[in-house]
């Protein structure tokens, strides 16, 4: 079977959340230094105590982590850059934590932010990918909103989801996003507004969407004895997948990559869905969040709106989910919308979620998903991690 | 030079009037049109180079254009294949007091009002001589047709069987030739031959003849009702074209104003 | 079922006109073979040359073996429209302007899916065809319409955008004297086009075909001549506000190539009227329909030139002439450059030896005035930018895509 190692020795700690602006006119420079000065005084270190550097950032050019390294008086003996998007966080942790385990760096810094400048987002698509320039751009300029329109759309036909369905995640977000003091959508959200919102894209409405805004969110990863010396807060990863491009045969995408590995996922987790204290996932659209739930075995394909309606997804409920908020209710601050299901589960296991805490939250479930590089998301990734004193 | 100096005070008091017999070259202007097979004769063109902008600040002016034979134009001798071993038969050849001199109007708009081709006989040149006096030698003479009254489809008059408009015998233009000895010949039609000339012995005879014999042809001459049957004196200078078979003209007559 | 189209109200005369945008127009190379493809309103995709997989977005390696043989070829259409959207909004100036937009995914019974634009007559579910057309950036893109057509299925708004129909638009023909200009004319207000102009040259030299012309309703004869820079600029001053579409069938030919004629007098007759001509009508007509290519249902959309196929090989027995259309040709591709900015589109329509006094010793088939008219119509209504017009014109553009060179040689002749 599996002949993959654990991840013994190695743990997350200094989760750092940069308040999110919805407009900046600052650079991902100066968010991705505010990311990092964040988890270094967390964790009570200097950025010379650092030896490892993870970065993952849409809007650095012409820079990349190599030029911030410079920018950032940074010597650091391991670099890596992530440019996956909304499967950032996990894969960053799986990098980092093997370069650990291996003894290649000892303490990661890993920092994923953007800022959002007046035109930067539809700069950004601009350039997306190859794919999206020749075979998507080209036919509505929806940008992502179009393209999960119609995955949306053919959810909504195969499995006879309706919008309630979906509005019913959206709307338990923003009743999370009103306890967590960094969202940017702090007005309550009813099923009806969530109903009654602008169209935007069919089926997808205005609070479908996130919204795109500067931020950065960052965490570090060190051995276990590292983290005890210092006194930190720690969580273990139980375990990760990563997979990329799945089921390209699909016609259109249903399902990601999750439900490629999703029975090692919980192998090595030595757990199972139902022992989830909490669950973060990866709510570019709440069509994506749904598919989640099924391709990770909460539930069966298809299932996941009878699956949802019978629970309660807010901070309080039988399972919290999102407990930030979300991208939808929290902001997505570029790559950083990777990092923030990850930087608050990690707050949750280790009790310093203070608004959000879910009462006793030790084992969490963090999944990524990113690039939509032309008709569906390519990267997908899922983690589950446990509280140190577990 | 008292008669110069005389002339001075005339043009100056008015007694000598300067009548421009020109056609203003214009691009939509006919010209002789010939079986499409052949090559044409070029209309007058004109390209604008600047006009005190990004191509030229300070000046305006145009590249032009067009056939030796386009608008109010003058024929030389080596225009025809009859005068192509004629002496100083082309334009820059021909001696500078050929394009000065006395001019006969021949006056046949009636005729031509009525009958569309009219043809000028020595009959009507006999007749006219009866009226004027005989028709001095190395004068030029021209047939008043009024048609250059005429503008668009009606003054090449095409039909089907090709253009009709007023002109010479072969006769007469033999006569006004051998027996006048005039220096040249002139209309106001597209040609000094008839539109209909292709079809008299020789065909195009006033061509054929004037050109054979040394003679000059000026076509395309406008308002000839403005000049006296006699006593004008006509300048058409054509351009100095090196062995050119014509050329566009400024077509000038100094006219005597009556009772001066 | 479509609404049909109504002709334009009169302009207020107090509004700003519309801006003209494009829809985004950077693509990869490899993405050009659509374009390609739609500039003859052909649906292409790549084949994989080894395995025959068929993919699409355009790859640069096979995604099944990756080989990186991956000719296009014509696909088979249909498909099934699986999803739809309506894009209500879009940060694009272009799609901006013209919200909602359907678009729609479509799994190709050749194999891949597709996103793709969808006509209104679509149903979700059902199944469709798909076209590839230019659409105002000049790229190829993929519609799907219904696998039938539709009532006022041309008034589509999405399709009209990618099509260059006559239907209430203003049309010039630049000259009247050519053998086909009342076909030309017939043809269009046959099309819907709510008015021609033809131009006409010389109108003080009689032509057969003029009392036709001027007989037609909706028809409007104006002076033109494309070797007169003054006229043409006169003309563009009177209607160029309110040329649509522009068809320049202005055209001097005569057989003949070098030694024969042994002088310029015809060639530069040539290059006056086919290269010149076009030149003056481009530089008084171009500006104007460039900014009006967003002025609403009759808005400026097309360029028609009218080329000899020999543009791309030349015929020795009309040497001269084939020259001045090659240098045409060049030029209508840099018209199409600077028309693009408004989305106007440049449509040459390629013939081989037309029926006419200058080709009497050339053996038939010849393109008659009727065909050119019908070619130029289909040509507007699939918007395309490469018409070949009879067999010979087909015939010659294959071997010229075939081998240049070879058939450079094969009509340079000389055997025996």
Redesign the interface.
């Known amino acids: 079977m599996s002949r993959r190692q654990a991840y013994d020795g190695v743990v997350l700690a200094a989760p750092h959340s940069v308040p999110y602006e919805r407009y900046s006119t600052e650079t991902a420079h100066h968010w991705l230094a505010r990311g990092l000065k964040g988890t270094l005084d967390a964790a009570g270190l200097s950025k010379e105590q650092i030896d490892g550097f993870s970065v993952a950032s849409f809007t650095l050019f012409p820079d990349t982590p190599v030029g911030l390294t410079q920018h950032l008086g940074l010597s650091p003996r391991w670099l890596d850059s992530i440019p996956m998007g909304g499967a950032s966080g996990v894969v960053a942790v799986r990098r980092a934590a093997r370069a650990v385990q291996a003894g290649d760096a000892d303490i990661v810094a890993c920092v994923a932010g953007d800022t959002n400048q007046i035109d930067s987002f539809r700069k950004l698509l601009s350039s997306f990918s190859r794919f999206a320039m020749d075979a998507a751009y080209p036919y509505g300029y929806g940008g992502p909103n179009a393209m999960f329109a119609l995955l949306t759309d053919r959810y909504m036909q195969e499995y006879g989801a309706a919008r309630e369905d979906f509005g019913r995640i959206c709307v338990a977000q923003r009743d999370n996003a009103l306890r967590y003091p960094h969202a940017l959508m702090k007005k309550p959200l009813t099923m009806k507004d969530y109903l009654n919102a602008r169209p935007i894209s069919d089926p997808i409405a205005l609070f479908d969407c996130v919204m795109p805004c500067a931020g950065a969110e960052a965490f570090l990863v060190m051995r276990e004895d590292e983290a005890v010396r210092r006194n930190l807060p720690f969580a273990r990863i139980s375990a990760t997948t990563e997979r990329h491009n799945a089921f390209p045969d699909d016609p259109i995408q249903l399902r990601g990559g999750w439900a490629v590995d999703v029975d090692e996922l919980w192998q090595m987790a030595g757990c199972a869905p139902r022992d989830m204290d909490l669950v973060q996932t990866y709510d570019d659209y709440p069509v994506i969040s749904m598919m989640q739930f099924e391709d990770l075995g909460f539930c069966g394909k298809g299932e996941a709106p009878a699956f949802l309606r019978e629970r309660d997804l807010k901070v309080t409920g039988d399972l919290p989910h999102n407990t930030s908020g979300g991208q939808l209710s929290a902001g997505q601050a570029g790559a950083g919308g990777g990092f923030l299901g990850l930087v608050e589960a990690l707050r949750q296991v280790t009790g310093q979620a203070g608004p959000t805490q879910v009462r006793g939250a030790k084992r969490a479930l963090v999944s990524g998903f990113g690039m939509i590089n032309y008709d569906r998301g390519l990267c997908s990734g899922a983690a589950v991690i446990t509280g140190g004193d577990a | 030079m008292s008669v110069l100096t005389d002339l001075a005070a005339a043009l100056a008091g008015g007694a000598v009037e300067v009548v421009d017999l020109t056609h203003t070259l214009d691009p939509d202007f006919p010209v002789i049109v010939l079986p499409p097979e052949f090559g044409q004769c070029a209309r007058f063109r004109m390209e604008e180079v600047s006009a005190y902008d990004h191509r030229g600040p300070s000046w305006k002016w145009h590249n032009i254009s067009m056939s030796e034979h386009t608008g109010t134009h003058f024929d030389a001798p080596v225009h025809w294949v009859s005068g192509r071993d004629v002496a100083n038969g082309a334009v820059d050849e021909i001696p500078p007091e050929a394009f000065v001199g006395p001019v006969c109007v021949i006056d046949c708009s009636e005729g031509a009002a009525e009958d569309e081709d009219f043809e000028l006989t020595v009959e009507a040149i006999e007749a006219w001589e009866a009226g004027h006096g005989p028709i001095p030698a190395d004068a030029w003479v021209l047939m008043r047709t009024d048609w250059s009254k005429r503008s668009g489809a009606e003054y090449l008059n095409m039909r089907e069987d090709g253009a009709h408009s007023p002109g010479p015998t072969p006769d007469a233009i033999r006569f006004l030739i051998e027996e006048r000895h005039i220096r040249g010949f002139g209309t106001e039609t597209v040609g000094t031959d008839a539109g209909q000339g292709m079809h008299y012995s020789p065909p195009f005879p006033a061509h054929y003849y004037l050109h054979g014999a040394g003679k000059y042809g000026l076509q395309c001459l406008k308002g000839l009702d403005r000049l006296p049957a006699t006593g004008a004196i006509l300048m058409a200078a054509p351009l100095k074209i090196r062995n050119g078979t014509g050329s566009p003209l400024r077509v000038l007559a100094l006219v005597p104003k009556e009772g001066a | 079922m479509t609404d049909p189209l109504s002709p334009p109200p009169k302009k207020n005369p107090q509004k700003a006109q519309r801006v003209p945008t494009l829809?985004?127009g950077?693509?990869?190379r490899?993405?050009m073979g659509l374009t390609a493809a739609a500039a003859e309103g052909r649906f292409m995709l790549q084949h994989c040359a080894e395995c025959g997989t068929v993919q699409?977005?355009?790859r640069d390696a096979c995604?099944s073996c990756l080989s990186t043989k991956l000719p296009w070829r014509d696909t088979d259409p249909s498909g099934e429209l699986?999803?739809?959207?309506?894009?209500?909004?879009?940060?694009?100036l272009?799609?901006r302007d013209r919200t909602p937009?359907?678009?729609?995914?479509v799994?190709l019974a050749a194999g891949p899916?597709?996103?793709?634009?969808v006509h209104g007559d679509c149903e979700?579910?059902a199944e469709v065809r798909l076209i590839n057309r230019l659409?105002r950036?000049g790229?190829g893109?993929?519609m799907a319409l219904p696998k039938e057509g539709t009532p006022n299925m041309a008034d589509d708004p999405e399709l009209r955008e990618l099509t260059a129909d006559p239907k209430h638009r203003r049309v010039l023909i630049t000259d009247a004297r050519q053998d086909n200009a009342p076909a030309l004319a017939r043809a269009l207000l046959d099309a819907g086009a709510a008015q021609v102009f033809v131009g006409e040259a010389?109108?003080?030299?009689?032509y057969p075909q003029r009392a036709k012309l001027a007989a037609m309703e909706h028809v409007t004869l104006l002076?033109l001549?494309v070797?007169?820079?003054?006229?043409v600029k006169e003309l563009a001053g009177e209607i160029g506000g309110k040329t649509d579409i522009l068809i320049n069938n202005a055209r001097f030919v005569?057989p003949g190539g070098l030694f024969e004629r042994g002088?310029t007098?015809?060639a530069r007759?040539e290059m006056e009227v086919n290269y010149l001509g076009l030149m003056r009508l481009a530089q008084a007509f171009g500006p104007a329909m460039r900014s009006r290519g967003a002025d609403g249902v009759n808005n400026a959309v097309a360029w028609v030139n009218l080329l000899s196929v020999h543009a791309l090989s030349n015929d020795p027995a009309y040497g001269s002439f084939a020259a001045s259309n090659a240098a045409a040709l060049s030029l209508s591709q840099a018209l199409r450059a600077e028309l693009r900015p408004g989305g106007v589109r440049v449509m040459n329509v390629f013939s081989g030896p037309t029926e006419d006094?200058w080709h009497q010793a050339v053996p038939p088939p010849k393109v008659t005035p009727n065909a050119v008219a019908r070619a130029v119509v289909a040509g507007l209504r699939d918007g395309l930018e490469e018409v070949w017009c009879g067999d010979v014109a087909r015939d010659l553009v294959e071997r010229w895509r075939q081998n240049p060179k070879v058939l450079e040689r094969e009509l340079t002749g000389g055997e025996g």
């Open positions: 829809p985004p950077i693509r990869s490899a993405a699409y977005p355009p995604c699986i999803a739809v959207t309506v894009v209500r909004a879009s940060p694009n272009y799609f937009w359907r678009t729609g995914t799994r899916s597709v996103v793709c634009h979700k579910g659409d950036a790229q893109v993929l010389e109108g003080w030299r009689p002076p001549d070797t007169d820079t003054t006229s005569r002088d007098t015809f007759e006094d």
